[in-house]
T-cell receptor, first 115, second 110 residues
Framework: DSGVTQTPKHLITATGQRVTLRCSPR?????VYWYQQSLDQGLQFLIQ???????AKGNILERFSAQQFPDLHSELNLSSLELGDSALYFC??????????????FGPGTRLTVT | GQNIDQPTEMTATEGAIVQINCTYQ??????LFWYQQHAGEAPTFLSY????GLEEKGRFSSFLSRSKGYSYLLLKELQMKDSASYLC???????????FGAGTQVVVTP
């Protein structure tokens, strides 16, 4: 158990819908990262937040957005869902007090199925 | 993005040693991680290298050569539970943006 929690564990929804995935980082970690993992794409970095502010952006679609709240939990919002958005979505957290490499601890993931 | 290359699959026998190679583009390199991921589960941290040389952690060791853009993960005394995907991940900037390779699926046979 990494200490990072994600809800829900599974999500099944229809195309065109909007969903929200939630992540709570490990106690004391200020940085939260979101990743998407699909069978044909591997693990892709989406976005990072540090203490409420966006710090780095990866291959995140405009239909996707995220935020980190004052209590440090984070939400990833996916809208106008398409079949291709079906994937495992992981949240990770790290200390990241100072800039530089930090071990990231991954949550158990949310499996999203778009039908 | 920067290409990170690792073999797709490797098979080895229980008790044997397997070496998983990873090559990456050196420009902007800031550190390299190895993660283990069982199917459908979260990646778990194995090792971290930022300086050249070998880091040993029990049955797992990781090596880095920054000038060559090369790393390897060595798994010794293989056990059935080591059957998993091993992900090479490179840090390319100072704020945590990890670029992952596609992963190497290691199959351990009896």
């Amino acid at each position: 158990d990494s200490g990072v929690t994600q809800t829900p564990k599974h999500l099944i929804t229809a195309t065109g819908q909007r969903v929200t995935l939630r992540c709570s980082p490990r106690s004391g970690d200020l940085s939260v990262y979101w990743y998407q993992q699909s069978l044909d794409q591997g693990l892709q970095f989406l976005i990072q937040y540090y203490n409420g502010e966006e710090r780095a952006k990866g291959n995140i679609l405009e239909r996707f957005s995220a935020q980190q709240f004052p209590d440090l939990h984070s939400e990833l919002n996916l809208s106008s869902l398409e079949l291709g958005d079906s994937a495992l979505y992981f949240c990770a957290s790290s200390v990241a007090v100072l800039a530089g490499p930090h071990e990231q601890y991954f949550g158990p993931g949310t499996r999203l199925t778009v039908t | 993005g920067q290409n990170i290359d690792q073999p797709t699959e490797m098979t080895a026998t229980e008790g044997a040693i397997v070496q998983i190679n990873c090559t990456y583009q050196t420009s902007g390199f800031n550190g390299l991680f190895w993660y283990q991921q069982h199917a459908g589960e979260a990646p778990t941290f194995l090792s971290y290298n930022v300086l050249d040389g070998l880091e040993e952690k029990g049955r797992f060791s990781s090596f880095l050569s920054r000038s060559k853009g090369y790393s390897y993960l060595l798994l010794k005394e293989l056990q059935m539970k080591d059957s998993a995907s091993y992900l090479c991940a490179v840090y390319y900037d100072s704020w945590g943006k990890l670029q992952f390779g596609a992963g190497t699926q290691v199959v351990v046979t009896p």
